[in-house]
C-alpha cells in the first residue's frame, strides 16, 4: 500500500476503528471465558457481549491491542511503516513520525506487532528439501559478561547463536541467470547453544515434515538423521558455502545488514522479535500491498502476551 492510498483509506481514527472491527468479526470474536463464538455488539458500551455467558470484552481485547491506550491510528501508521519496505523502522523513528512525546509506548507498540509476526510464521512446519546452518548476530553483551575481558571470535558475550533453516529444492530446468535452488519459507530462530540436543529440540519443532536436509559437518548435526529421513552433512570449503547452503547465508546476511543500519545495541532478549520481523516480511515477499491486510489479520488473531518493565 502506497502512503498516498493508506492515507485515503485511512484519513482519521474512526476509520481505523472501523477496519479493525471488520477485520475482527471476519477472524471471529471468542468469548475468553467460555469459548464461545456467537457475540452481540454492544453499541452504547463499543464491546462485545457473548450470548453463551454474558461475558463483555472490548474491541482491543485479546488482540495485539490488548489494554492499550495508543490511538488505533498509531497502530495503523505503524503496522503500515513496517509493511511498506522491505527494510525496518527503530522505534525512534516511529515515535518522530508519530509525534508522540513519550518514546516507551512506542517501543512496546512495535514489539507487540513483532510478536503477532512471529506466532503468525509460528504457525507454519518447514517441509520438504531444508538448509541448515547457524549464525552469529552482534547483540549487546549481557550485563552480567561485561565486567569480564571480551571474548572474540563466535565465543563472544556480544555474539547471539542463531539457527537458520530455510526451504530450498532444486530447480528442474534452470534460465539464465536463476539460482539452482528456489527458496521457500525461512525460520530463524534464537539459542542458547549449539548442543545436539538444542539443535534435535528445535528442528523437530520447526521442520517436522522434512524429508530431507543439508548441513555442513558439524557435531551438532549428527543426530539429525533420526528426525529427517534424509541427512547430507558434508565438510563445505568456505568459497563452496554459497553453493551448497546458498539461501540460509543470504538470509543471515541480509539480517545482520538489516539489524546493523536500522537498529543499535540490541538486547539478546529481543534479538528475536527483530528476527520475525525479518522472516514475517521474506516469507511473504510476493505478498506487495497485501501485505498489510495479512498484518491486520494476525493483529486481530493473537492477543498481546509481550511484557517488559523498564528500570
Known amino acids: 500500500m502506497t502512503l498516498i492510498d493508506f492515507i485515503k483509506e ?18 471471529g470474536v471468542v468469548c475468553p471465558k467460555c469459548g464461545c463464538r456467537d457475540h452481540y455488539w454492544k453499541r452504547d458500551k463499543e464491546s462485545y457481549e457473548c450470548k453463551g455467558c454474558s461475558y463483555r470484552q472490548s474491541l482491543r481485547s485479546n488482540t495485539v491491542m490488548h489494554k492499550s491506550k495508543l490511538p488505533y491510528r498509531y497502530w495503523f501508521i505503524c503496522m503500515h ?11 525512534k523513528e516511529l515515535q518522530r513520525q508519530l ?10 507498540m512495535s ?56 526451504e530450498s529444492d532444486f530447480v528442474e530446468s534452470l534460465k539464465q541467470g536463476q539460482k539452482p535452488r528456489r527458496v521457500g519459507y525461512l525460520k530463524m530462530r534464537v539459542i542458547e547453544d549449539l548442543k545436539k540436543e538444542t539443535i534435535n529440540e528445535h528442528v523437530e519443532q520447526l521442520a517436522s515434515k522434512a524429508t530431507e536436509i543439508d548441513t555442513d559437518d558439524t557435531t551438532s548435526y549428527v543426530d539429525l538423521k533420526e528426525f529427517v529421513p534424509r541427512h547430507n552433512a558434508q565438510v563445505i570449503p568456505k568459497e563452496k558455502v554459497g553453493e551448497i547452503l546458498p539461501w540460509v547465508h543470504i538470509a543471515i546476511s541480509n539480517a545482520k545488514r538489516q539489524l546493523l543500519n536500522t537498529h543499535h545495541d540490541i538486547k539478546p532478549e529481543f ?6 520481523e525479518f522472516c514475517y516480511k521474506f516469507n511473504r515477499r510476493y505478498a506487495g500491498e497485501a501485505l498489510f491486510n495479512m498484518l491486520l489479520v494476525a493483529c486481530v488473531s493473537y492477543k498481546n502476551e509481550f511484557r517488559y518493565k523498564y528500570g
Not at 14 to 27: I, L, P
Not at 99 to 108: A, L, Q
Open 99 to 108: 509525534g508522540h512525546k513519550r518514546y516507551h509506548p512506542i517501543w512496546h
Open 271 to 276: 534479538l528475536q522479535k527483530y528476527l520475525d
Open 81 to 91: 511503516l513496517l509493511t511498506s519496505t522491505k527494510k525496518s523502522f527503530s522505534a
Open 10 to 27: 485511512f484519513p482519521d481514527e474512526a476509520s481505523c476503528k472501523v477496519k479493525f472491527k471488520e477485520y475482527r468479526e471476519h477472524v
Open 111 to 166: 514489539h507487540k506487532l513483532r510478536e503477532a509476526m512471529g506466532k503468525r510464521d509460528g504457525e507454519y512446519v518447514l517441509a520438504g528439501r531444508i538448509e541448515l546452518d547457524e549464525g552469529y548476530f552482534s547483540t549487546e553483551a549481557p550485563q552480567s559478561e561485561k565486567e569480564n575481558p571480551l571474548k572474540r571470535g563466535r565465543g563472544s558475550q556480544k555474539k547471539t547463536k542463531v539457527l537458520v533453516m530455510a
